[in-house]
């Protein structure tokens, strides 16, 4: 049963305040719909925005919610929709709608943004997160998994550390699929699994790894990140030809050279693309060790948009690929509590728990004692500049 109601302009009426929760891709999506409906909301609560102004709207704590139990609170996320629904439900309201209705309505598409645009056309990828709520099953909404730490490009800013990698490898395809079906043993769902490296059409064979997930019915779409500098094997080529699967195109400018020869590959093969501009990126800086206090690194963690960016590599499951890299690349060693590992025997039971443990309780990583964060008031820098 779902655990939200789609909301609808019948559901609104005069007067009643409506509070977007999630300030951020969602979010804006539902303050444009609402625009078009002639229903103008009161504010977003937003955890890590509170304070700030969204869209020309104050941004409350999703703390201060519980002063509003009569609002028509719209659950405006993708990656935190049960985590949002869980704290509605705690708070006593008893109506909590997500906006699924909203995001499948005409709109004036000049107001949006190509990542607007995208996250409005793709309203399944969201439509599979509403469907499946219930807070009994272990539902991870993505989770990215490494392939290789080769690319063809040295970022200076690299978010996910492949710059440091001195003798960067192609990951054990044997493993890959061994551990990551062991992780899937362990879990109810997946809403999407990330393909990437480093550059993944590095690997010529990528296709054996694509076909032995395609399939699985716990895993609802596939998306393979490219840097957009070379082009895939004939064979990976075929195994792209699935409508479960799409090509993340990022659009690096001069370097991501291919880029017009991959489009034309994927039109031609009728495989689903889509193509996002990056001039900037948020500064997660160095890897040297920071020196936070305890309650820094919480803040930190708190706020940060890659916090519950799940990464699977080398047989473990983290929870931020800076965690996954640091500890591989020997800056700095995790806690058991920080990941969990698949290469050890374990009941299944006990790694569900693992899991949830994962998910729920952890408050900072010592990965972010070595590192900037990535904040809404985080340093923008050029996206993608080269090292020599
Ligand atoms: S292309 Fe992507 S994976 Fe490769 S170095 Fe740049 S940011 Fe990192
Ligand atoms: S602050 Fe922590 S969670 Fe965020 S990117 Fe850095 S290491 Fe990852």
């Known amino acids: 049963m779902r655990v939200t109601k789609s909301f609808r302009k019948e559901d609104y009426k005069e007067g009643k305040k409506v509070i977007i929760y999630g300030a951020g891709r969602y979010g804006e999506l539902a303050y444009w719909m609402l625009k078009e409906l002639n229903i103008k909301p009161f504010c977003f609560a937003d955890e890590k925005m509170a304070g700030d102004k969204f869209c020309n709207l104050k941004v409350i704590s999703p703390n201060g919610l519980k002063d509003y139990l009569d609002a028509i609170v719209l659950v405006s996320s993708y990656n935190y929709f049960l985590e949002m629904v869980s704290n509605l439900q705690s708070m006593g309201f008893e109506s909590i709608y997500d906006i699924l209705e ?181 500064d997660l800086g160095n890897v040297n060790c920071r020196n936070y206090n305890g309650r820094q690194m919480v803040e930190l963690y708190k706020n940060c948009m890659m916090a519950k960016c799940y990464s699977f590599y080398r047989g473990k499951l983290y929870i931020c690929p800076r965690s996954a890299h640091g500890e591989q690349l020997g800056i700095f060693s995790n806690s058991n509590a920080e ?50």
Not at 207 to 214: L, R
Request: hydrophobic share 35%; with cysteine.
């Open 102 to 282: 909203l995001l499948k309505l005409e709109c004036n598409e000049a107001n949006l943004s190509e990542y607007l645009l995208d996250e409005k056309h793709n309203w399944q990828k969201y439509a599979n997160v509403v469907d499946n709520a219930d807070n009994n099953k272990v539902i991870i909404n993505h989770c990215e998994l490494v392939v290789t730490e080769c690319c063809t490009l040295k970022c200076k800013d690299c978010a996910n550390l492949m710059q440091y990698y001195q003798h960067p490898e192609n990951l054990d395809e044997r493993g890959i699929k061994k551990y990551f079906n062991y992780f899937l043993d362990s879990i109810d769902m997946l809403l999407e699994l990330r393909i990437l490296g480093g550059e993944p059409f590095i690997i010529r064979d990528l296709d054996s790894i694509i076909n032995e997930f395609v399939y699985s019915e716990k895993i609802k779409r596939i998306t393979i990140y490219t840097n957009s500098t070379i082009l895939p094997s004939e064979k990976v080529i075929r195994a792209l030809q699935n409508k479960k699967i799409s090509v993340h195109m990022s659009n690096y400018g001069a370097v991501s050279k291919k880029i017009n020869e991959l489009k034309k590959v994927f039109i031609e093969n009728h495989i689903n693309y889509y193509i996002h501009n990056y001039d900037k990126w948020l």
């Open 339 to 388: 990941f969990v590992d698949f290469t050890k025997e374990e009941n299944l039971e006990d790694r569900r728990k693992q899991i949830v443990d994962l998910i729920t309780k952890v408050k900072f990583l010592t990965a972010c004692n070595y590192c900037n964060g990535s904040a809404s008031e985080s340093n923008v820098i050029d996206a993608a500049i080269q090292m020599r």
